[in-house]
C-alpha cells in the first residue's frame, strides 16, 4: 500500500479544507501532501507540537 496509490487516505487538512490537500499523522509528525492528476507533492512535516494556522509561509526558517 502506497500514497500513490492510495493518495485519498489522509484526512483533509482541517486548517486549509482544500480536498486536494491532506495530511496523515505518523508518530508525533503531521505529513501534510498535495495531490495533483499527475503527482503528489509533499508540503510540509510539522511535530504535532508544534501550532500550524495553514499558512506555510510561517513554516520558513527566518
Known amino acids: 500500500m502506497t500514497l500513490l ?3 485519498e487516505m489522509g484526512r483533509i487538512v482541517p486548517e486549509i479544507g482544500d ?3 491532506r ?3 505518523v508518530y508525533s509528525y503531521r505529513l501534510i ?3 495533483s492528476s499527475s503527482r503528489i507533492e ?3 512535516v510539522i511535530h504535532c507540537k ?3 494556522t ?3 509561509e510561517e513554516l520558513r526558517e527566518p
Open 54 to 56: 495553514g499558512d506555510f
Open 23 to 25: 495530511e496523515l499523522i
Open 33 to 35: 501532501y498535495e495531490v
Open 50 to 52: 508544534q501550532g500550524f
Open 19 to 21: 480536498p486536494n490537500i
Open 42 to 44: 509533499m508540503l510540509a
Open 5 to 7: 496509490d492510495f493518495h
